[in-house]
Each structure stands twice: as C-alpha cells, then as structure tokens.
C-alpha cells in the first residue's frame, strides 16, 4: 500500500506546491495569531469524557426502541429484561473497548483496532462499509427521529406527513454538517447545552414514573411475563432495538489521542456513563409502562409523547422538543467523532487525501465532515426508520464483534503489550460470540436486509484491490485525481496535516 503523494496546499487562500503534514484540532482548541502549526491536543478531560458518552448515546433509542423492544420480546417483564441484558452487554463491550484504547492509543476507534490486529483489507472493509452504510443509516435514523419529534406539537391532532418529517429532518441534518465544519469550539458548547437538554427529557419521564409507581400505579406489571410468546426470530431484532439504544459509548475511542491521561480516564469514564444510562433507561421504561400498557405502547409512534400527554397535561407540548434536541445532540456527537474515523483513514492512505485535510482558517476537518451529506441524504429518503436500523445493525455489530475478538487475538499474539487496563477474558469473549449470534441470527429472521448489507460489505474487497493494492494505475488516472484534490483543496480552503498557517 503507497501513500498517494500531497503537493498542494493552501495559505490564505493561495495556491502552493510543497508537501506538507499537519494534525486534527480537539474541541476547545484556540487559534493563535500569527503562524500556528495545526495540532492535535488533549483536551478530554474525564468529565469531558463522561459527557461525549452520555450526550451521544442517549439519542432516539429510549424514545423510539421501546415499541421495537416490546414487539420482538412479547411481554413487559421481558421487555424490561432485554434492556437489563443489552446494558450489561453493551458494559462488556465499552470495557472491552477500554482495554484496547489503553493499549493501542491511536484515535479511530474500531477501523484502528482491526488495521492494528487484522490488517488493511479488513480494515479498510471496514471504515468502507461505515462511509457507506452504518454512520450514513445512523444518521439518518437518529434524524428521522429528530424530524418526527420536533413536528410532534404542531400535529397533535393528527398525523405527521412523512415528507414533512424527511423534509425537516433533511434541514436538521444539514445545520449538523455546517455546525461542524464552520467550527470546532460551537460545535463543544453547542454539544455540552444538548447533553443537558437529553438528560432533562429522562428526568421528566422518570420522575412522574416513580410518583405513579408509589401511588400504586402497578397494573401494568401484573402477570408481565404473560403475552405473546417471544420466537427466535423476534430475538435478534429486539436485541439490535436495545443495543441500537446503548450505540455510542465507543466514540470516546474515536478521539483517543485528545484525551487527558487516556489510560485512566478512558476506563473510568466509560464506567460512569454505562452506570448512569443503563440505571436512566430501566427507569424510563418503568415509567413508561406505570402509565401506558403494552398494546397502547405498540400502537404509539413516539411513545415518550403518548406517556407524557397521560400525565403531564400542556407540559406535555415541551417533550417532544427536548427529545429532538436530545436526537440533534447525538447527531452532533456522532458527526464529530466519525468524521475523525474517516480523517484517520485518509491518514492511514485508506480513503481519498483530501478527507485527510482540515480547512486553514477555521481548524476543521471539512472534507472528512461534508462527505457524509449527500450519502446520508440517499439514506433518509430511501427507506423508513425501522427498516434503516435493521439494515446498519449487520454491518455495526459485524465489526464491532471482530475489533473485541481482536483483543483475544492480542491476549495471544502480543502477550508482552502493555496493557494498563485489563479486563477478564470472558467479558471480550460473550461481547464477540453474542454480536456473531446475533448476525447469524439476523441473517435467518430478515434475510433481505441482511443479505443486501452482506453484499454491500464484500464490494469492499474488490475496491480495496482496485483503489488501494493497485500501483500502476494509468497515468491519465493520477493526473486526474491529482485535480481534483487540488481543485478541492482551493474550493475548501483545506491543507493536510502539521501544515502551518501564515
């Protein structure tokens, strides 16, 4: 694999030859006037760590799985069981994930964890399938949610048009791209006023809860084990609707190299924010069935708005607005992090230069940001939000099993790596055998789904060929491509890293 060659750069909106490095800024970055050189500093302190967790993982999932969950499960008490299994589960594997930021401190989460133990084709495989399915689809159901939820109070009466929840939902998605190309530092303070906005939205489903709990309000959970029978093929799905809930505590691992005293931090911050959602989600779905009954539940498309019209009266209007903050937190969280994956690959010679490149003037990584727009608005108007999830969960859980069976691997191959975090051996092990149980799984209950991300996945094999393995592309070929990075590098005011601006 060769690295393609850089000779342009901008400064101050000029035109340069020369070939130059630089580096991705954290969040809370300063320009200083003068020249600068462009790095990446440590800024994620265990606080800011705990927050980039809890403020991307508590998105759509609490307000959206439930109906998913209880459908595929068949009772309340299994219900709420599936929801205690998925966070101790997604616990084994943020610990597992903990592990390996410790010992391998490289940002890029699970693309630097299969390059490191597997290789370049599987990793390449990997952040192909994440450019084009799994962060595209993520988007795109995290903002659906946002579409339907922020229309919620002006359509009480009646039902939502889905174009006008797309069209919304595309408006929210593009103020997302632009907030994180502009810059770094709004888009932090931007993100920290969200987290609280998603964690007052719990507050106000779990406290009404508690109170119908000590009123007595338990008829709901008479017999909760009695109800429709759960199958093998409900199984999976209801564990991709839990698991899809708990997704994001592996985003601190995308910026490892910014956080303070990673093998400290990193551990004890995953620990934290696990506790904290998993305690928050168990809550709010007891809440929710204090109030709401299975079959009502099954029947509401935004079930934390039907709980909060049963009890909280005209309060009941600012939920639906606290929950699409809490859905916009988490597509900001999710752009920024990734968009540091697709930085390290391009890094790595794994995708085009240019997404390598940050804009001169604003310390962003505009190219790495801006490429997943149009890809995610194909996503948003192709297919529903239901069968979005069930699409990106084969791909997801896919590789997330194979970057914990790499830790295994490690234990084995690399007995001597230091290791500052280090957890039992079982835990990466049911982490790994339960994402391929899972997929094996989904591969029989939804074949179609998982048969088109299956094949979806394997065109990453010949394009890595092609585009990677292959040196002697016709010349034609490279100077074309060699255009078209220095008319972007114009256009976007973008150089490559360890550049220094004048």
Not at 468 to 485: C, E, G, H, N, Y
């Amino acid at each position: 694999m060769v690295r393609k060659p850089v000779v342009a750069t901008i400064s101050k909106g000029g035109y340069l030859q020369g070939n130059v490095s630089g580096r991705l800024p954290s969040m809370g970055d300063q320009e200083a006037p003068g020249q600068e050189k462009v790095v990446l500093k440590k800024k994620i302190t265990l606080l800011r760590g705990v927050s980039i967790i809890i403020g991307t993982v508590i998105g759509a999932g609490i307000f959206i799985s439930p109906k998913g969950i209880l459908q595929n499960t068949g009772s309340v008490g299994m219900s709420l069981v599936l929801w205690s299994a998925c966070g101790v589960l997604s616990l084994f594997g943020a610990l597992s994930y903990a592990e390996l930021g410790t010992s391998i401190k490289k940002s890029g989460g699970h693309y630097t964890y299969i390059l490191e133990v597997f290789g370049p084709l599987l990793a390449f495989v990997r952040v192909w399938v994440e450019l084009l399915i799994i962060r595209p689809g993520a988007t795109a159901v995290i903002s659906l949610a946002f579409g339907r939820y922020i229309l919620e109070p002006f359509f009480m009466q009646c039902e939502i048009p889905e174009l006008a929840i797309k069209l919304v939902t595309a408006v929210g998605i593009t103020v997302v791209m632009v907030l994180n190309s502009m810059s770094v530092s709004w888009s932090a303070r931007i993100q920290i006023f969200l987290t609280f906005c998603k964690l007052t939205a719990i507050l106000i489903i779990i406290v009404p809860g508690v109170i119908q709990l000590i009123k007595g309000q338990t008829q709901h959970f008479e017999d909760a084990f009695s109800g429709r029978d759960a199958n093998l093929m409900g199984l999976p799905l209801a564990f991709y609707y839990g698991m899809y809930a708990y997704a994001g505590w592996f985003y601190l691992n995308f910026i490892t190299e910014e956080v303070e005293n990673p093998e400290r931090n990193i551990p004890l911050a995953i620990c934290i924010s696990m506790a904290i959602i998993t305690i928050g989600y168990v809550l709010t779905n007891v809440a929710y069935f204090t109030t709401i009954s299975a079959e009502e539940l099954l029947l509401s498309n935004a079930v934390a708005v039907t709980f909060s019209e049963r009890l909280l009266g005209n309060f009941s209007l600012a939920v639906p607005i606290f929950v699409a903050l809490s859905c916009f937190g988490s597509m900001n969280g999710g752009v920024f992090a990734v968009s540091r994956l697709f930085y390290v690959a391009s890094r790595e010679g794994h995708l085009p230069e240019i997404l390598s490149m940050i804009h001169v003037h604003k310390h962003t990584p505009l190219p790495a940001v801006i490429v997943l727009h149009p890809l995610t608005m194909i996503m948003l108007f192709s297919g529903d939000l239901y069968s979005l999830l069930n699409f990106l969960s084969f791909a997801r859980w896919l590789f997330m099993g194979l970057a914990v069976a790499g830790l295994i691997y490690l234990r084995y191959k690399r007995p001597d790596m230091r290791r500052p975090f280090k957890v039992p051996l079982f835990i990466p092990a049911l982490f790994s055998f339960t994402c391929f149980f899972m997929v094996a799984l989904s591969l029989y209950s939804d074949p179609f789904s998982t048969g088109i991300g299956f094949l979806i996945t394997l065109t990453g094999v010949p394009a890595y060929y092609l585009f990677i393995v292959w040196d002697k592309k016709p010349t034609w070929f490279r100077q074309l491509s060699d255009r078209i990075t220095r008319t972007l590098q114009i256009i976007l005011e973008v150089v490559p890293e360890d550049s220094k601006e004048l």
